[in-house]
C-alpha cells in the first residue's frame, strides 16, 4: 500500500470556508493526511515524491461522504417482494428471512453493502443493525464490523432492538441488548483511525 499519493487533474471540491472549487486541482496525501493542495498542475517536486500518483481527470476529488441510514444484511434481501407495504414488506419477507442471518451470511452481506457505499463515494457508514437471531447474535455484530475493518471503511454499528410488539424470533429484552452494544463497542471502537 502506498503511504503517499497525489490525486490531480479533478475538480478539487475543498469543503473550506471559501467554499473553493480548484478545477482543475491536486492534493497530495501522505499516511492518510492531506498535507498539500493547489490548483492547476502539481509542482514537480511534489509528483517526484508520491508513491503513487492518480489521475482524477473528468471527476470530482472531495471528502468522503455518510450514508446515515442503511441495513447492510439487507444486501442479500434486494427485490424480494419489494412491491409490498413496509410492514408487509417486513413481516412477510425481511424478518422471517433474517432469522437465518448467521455471522458468515452477515459478513458477506456487510462487504457486499459496504463496497457499494466505497464505489458511491460514501467513506463512514451507520449502519442500524437489529438482527441478532439466537445464540450467535453476538457474533453478527462482530462480523458486521470486520467487514468495515477489512475495507477500511467507518462504521457506526447502531445496535437496535425491541421487546415487545415485535418479530419474536428477533426480538431481545434491554439488558441483553445493551450488553450486546457494550460488547461491540469494547472491541471495535477505535478500529476506524
Not at 442471518?101 to 458511491?120: D, S
Request: aromatic share 6%; glycine share 8%.
Amino acid at each position: 500500500m502506498a503511504n503517499s499519493r497525489l490525486i490531480s487533474g479533478g475538480a478539487v471540491v475543498t469543503v473550506d470556508s471559501s467554499h473553493r472549487v480548484l478545477d482543475p486541482g491536486w492534493v497530495a496525501i501522505s499516511n492518510g493526511v492531506i498535507t498539500q493542495l493547489g490548483e492547476g498542475e502539481p509542482p514537480a517536486d511534489v509528483v517526484s515524491s508520491v508513491d503513487e500518483h492518480i489521475s482524477a481527470v473528468g471527476c470530482a476529488v472531495m471528502p468522503g461522504m455518510t450514508n446515515a441510514h442503511t441495513h447492510l444484511f439487507q444486501s442479500f434481501f434486494r427485490g424480494l417482494a419489494d412491491d409490498r407495504p413496509l410492514l408487509d414488506w417486513l413481516r412477510e419477507c425481511i424478518w422471517p428471512a433474517a432469522e437465518h442471518i448467521t455471522p458468515e451470511i452477515a459478513y458477506h452481506a456487510a462487504r457486499i453493502g459496504l463496497l457499494e457505499n466505497l464505489l458511491t463515494g460514501c467513506t463512514t457508514v451507520i449502519d442500524h443493525q437489529y438482527v441478532h437471531p439466537g445464540a450467535e447474535g453476538d457474533l453478527i455484530d462482530d462480523a458486521v464490523c470486520r467487514a468495515a475493518d477489512e475495507l477500511g471503511i467507518r462504521l457506526l454499528l447502531a445496535h437496535g432492538w425491541a421487546d415487545r410488539n415485535y418479530h419474536e424470533p428477533l426480538a431481545e429484552d434491554a439488558a441483553t441488548a445493551i450488553q450486546r452494544a457494550k460488547a461491540v463497542f469494547d472491541q471495535w471502537d477505535g478500529h476506524d483511525g
